[in-house]
């Protein structure tokens, strides 16, 4: 189509996770639908890691042999993604876990029935199932532990696989996906219903209306480097985790449109510290000290670096520890000190004289008593380090494709926040009411988290909302 006008019972704009999620169940529920997305679809659920974290007890977990239920879930999340998560939300996403999981099963998205039992920000291999943080102190004394990172069948990343999967249903449902088609203002009738779009396809105007909603799933706001200074400055200078594209955009829609925002400061922050080599040494900051469990998942240890914690930030590991961690599960990381002495590296580093010492005979003395008095890492990655010691320097980032060194400061992430809406995606006003005809889903709401993050959190909980937001859409009266 080029210029004109179109309508269908529901618009959706964006085709990424949410986005491809609402239509399928708007079409699914007899709506027509219309997708619109300024690029190809995807977004950056297609770039991501693919993990989506799922529980409660899913058919992968116990073909793993572990037991799980949605109050075990729920008390691991609402500690991890605190402070403050969204209960009602976090409440309905682990009641309705297992059947989220069967409908990714449905689609036919495989995973493999093995656990992968090591500690990495995505594992090597095509395990089906990954621990995220669920037997690290002080989760161990929350919740019963364990594994909900569902992984595809995919070795690495996995995000392609989830969205050519979703992609596929989409169009086997009949939905009409239009690319390359920027959505620029959202339209209301006379008595302030959003009742569609206006966008640009290749230079022309269309008007896309909507007889029953529109629901809006464009993603963050990262690449938007005023909304970042204005929300979230901690990401300022920082690389962006997306696939260019979450520019906020949908955000200020729907605010144009009467929404409200929630959690704008939320983020999601990845220091470029490999875990399997963090939890078999110590992690310290720019004061040689460390300050957390390094067993931990590693999105915990990357917010309290930046958001707490004096850079640069340096992983210590010694010969035993470098040798014990799989070359390929390094990253292609490379020590930025190798020395005989605990001295020479701080001199090395700039940190203080005797800091690190310090920090490593205290680690030390607990090792050799197997129990870390201090930060409460398990004790099976307790052990004392002994020379040569060498120091990962976070801020040359990894290097898994051995083209070199990368530049910058070691640091990236992504927005969490977004627009504030109810358990269905109605997008709500200042006042909590619903802005009549709009929903949203994914990142461009403010969804489940609170300041915390897990991986798996986000494509969870866009897909889970975006179903609920394209069903609540399909259901609505339709409007001539």
């Known amino acids: 189509m080029s210029g004109g006008e179109a309508a269908a019972d529901v618009l959706v704009v964006g085709l990424g996770c949410a986005g491809a999620s609402a239509a399928l169940e708007a079409a699914r529920a007899g709506a027509s639908v219309v997708a619109l997305d300024r690029a190809a679809p995807g977004g950056s659920s297609a770039v991501s890691g693919g993990e989506l974290y799922l529980g409660g007890g899913t058919a992968l977990q116990r073909a793993c042999g572990f037991e799980d239920d949605p109050d075990q879930m729920y008390a691991y999340l609402h500690e991890a993604l605190g402070p403050h998560p969204d209960a009602e939300k976090l409440r309905l996403y682990c009641d309705g876990s297992v059947e989220h999981y069967d409908w990714f099963c449905s689609l036919g998205i495989a995973f493999e029935p093995s656990l992968y039992e090591g500690v990495s920000w ?29 992984r595809p069948a995919t070795d690495g990343f996995g995000g392609w696989v989830l969205m050519d999967r979703l992609i596929e249903a989409v169009r086997d449902a009949g939905v009409d996906i239009r690319p390359d088609t920027r959505v620029t203002d959202l339209l209301r009738d006379d008595e302030g219903r959003v009742s ?51 520019d906020g955009s949908g955000i200020r829609l729907g605010v144009a449109a009467g929404g409200s925002v929630r959690r704008m400061g939320a983020t999601q922050i990845a220091l470029s510290v490999v875990p399997a080599l963090a939890c078999r ?35 210590i590991v010694d010969e035993t520890a470098w040798e014990d961690v799989p070359e390929r599960e390094r990253w292609g990381v490379q020590p930025a000190v190798v020395a005989e002495t605990l001295a020479e590296v701080e001199a090395e580093l700039g940190l203080p004289p005797g800091s690190l010492e310090d920090t490593v005979a205290r680690y030390n003395r607990d090792a050799a008593a197997g129990e870390d008095t201090r930060f409460h890492k398990d004790p099976r990655w307790l052990r004392p380090l002994t020379s040569p010691y060498a120091a990962v320097d976070a801020r040359r980032g990894f290097d898994p494709d051995g083209s070199g060194p990368r530049s910058g400061t070691g640091v990236s992430g992504f927005t969490l926040g977004g627009l504030r809406t109810s358990v269905d995606g109605e997008v709500l006003d200042g006042s909590g009411r619903p802005v009549p005809g709009l929903y949203a889903a994914g990142r461009v709401t403010s969804g489940i988290h609170g300041e915390g993050y897990v ?9 889970f909302f975006g179903r609920r937001a394209g069903r609540a859409a399909a259901e609505q009266r339709r409007v001539p």
């Open 122 to 150: 995505m594992p090597p291999t095509s395990d089906g199932l990954m621990w995220l943080g669920e037997n690290a102190w002080p989760f161990t004394r929350i919740a019963r532990p364990a594994p909900r990172g569902h």
């Open 196 to 246: 569609g779009v206006r966008a640009r396809c290749f230079g022309e105007d269309i008007t896309y209306r909507a007889r029953r909603g529109v629901v809006l799933a464009t993603g963050g706001f990262a690449d938007d480097a005023a909304m970042v200074a204005d929300h979230a400055p901690v990401l300022i200078g920082h690389a962006v985790v997306s696939d260019g594209l979450d």
């Open 281 to 315: 040494g110590v992690l310290v900051d720019g004061l040689g000290q460390r300050f957390i469990n390094e067993d931990v998942y590693p999105g915990r240890f990357s917010q309290a670096a930046v958001r707490d914690r004096p850079g640069p930030w340096f992983t």
């Open 455 to 463: 991986s798996g959190t986000s494509l969870g909980d866009g897909t």
